[in-house]
Each structure stands twice: as structure tokens, then as C-alpha cells.
């Protein structure tokens, strides 16, 4: 989490800018633009993320609820904020119950798509390639978690 004021000072160092002000106008102004693009996020509370172990990563219940039972493109965060998620995130808030290890979590994924639960698709045509299959849902369940985790919906 980062204060307003320390975003406008770190903008204004990176911009080497004159004007404090100027910077800190066009931040508010764009600033619902960089929040719906997914560059920002806003909460008026403080969330510790470094307590938490993503060695095992668990949503909270009601995100695990959103995801898993009501089929939701969304959960909730710590800091009360919508979480949208993909399909593929979807898939891998199943198995975000404080139980499963990345690899575990790799692994049943990797499962899942080869038992035709889902399909794994790059340019419309289908993945087969266990190899390739590997690395895109190593490189996607790490993604995922690691938004989540950003975006304090992890607990």
C-alpha cells in the first residue's frame, strides 16, 4: 500500500517535475482511468499483506464462496474492494483453501485440463503439448495468485 502523497512524490521524482501540484492534478484526474485498468488500486484501509503465507494461498471464506459456489467473476478483498477474475483465475480459486501448495495447485490444474474439465487455448487452436501446458499454467497459476495476493483477496 502506498499513501497519495507518496505516490505524487515518487511520480514527481520519476517525472523530474517542477510542479508538485501538476502531478499530483493529473493523478486524481486519471486516477479512476488507472483504477478500471487494473494499475491502481484505491482502499480507504491498510492491509498488512506480509502476514500472509502464500505458500498455501487461501481466500477468505467468502471469497472462496464467491468463487467456487456461485460461480462470481469476482470476489471480495480484505479491503472490501472487487476482485474480477478470469476464467483461468477462477479455476485456480477451487483450490485456495489454505490446503493446496503452488505445485499442488499446478499440478490439479494441469490435471483439470487434461481431463477435458477445461481447455487450454493460444491463437483458437487447443494446447496438447504437455510441455507448453506446463509452463503456461506455471506461469498462470503464479499470476493469479500473485494478483490475488496484490490485491489483499488473499487471507
Aim: hydrophobic fraction near 35%.
Amino acid at each position: 500500500p502506498l499513501a497519495f502523497s507518496k505516490l505524487v512524490e515518487k511520480s514527481n521524482k520519476k517525472l523530474k517535475s517542477d510542479s508538485k501540484d501538476m502531478v499530483e492534478k493529473e493523478l486524481t484526474s486519471n486516477a479512476l482511468a488507472l483504477v478500471i485498468k487494473g494499475y491502481m488500486n484505491l482502499s480507504i484501509s491498510n492491509c498488512d499483506k506480509t502476514k500472509i503465507d502464500i505458500t498455501k494461498p487461501k481466500l477468505s471464506k467468502l471469497g472462496y464462496y464467491q468463487a467456487s459456489e456461485i460461480k462470481s467473476n469476482w470476489v471480495i478483498s480484505a479491503n472490501h474492494n472487487i476482485v474480477s477474475l478470469n476464467d483461468f483465475e477462477k479455476a485456480v480459486c477451487q483450490y485456495l483453501d489454505g490446503k493446496h501448495t503452488n505445485n499442488d495447485i499446478i499440478k490439479n490444474i494441469t490435471k483439470d485440463i487434461k481431463s477435458s474439465k477445461f481447455k487450454l487455448n493460444r491463437d483458437g487452436k487447443q494446447i496438447t503439448d504437455d510441455k507448453e501446458i506446463n509452463e503456461i499454467v506455471t506461469k498462470q497459476v503464479d499470476a493469479a495468485i500473485n494478483k490475488l495476493h496484490d490485491q489483499a483477496a488473499l487471507v
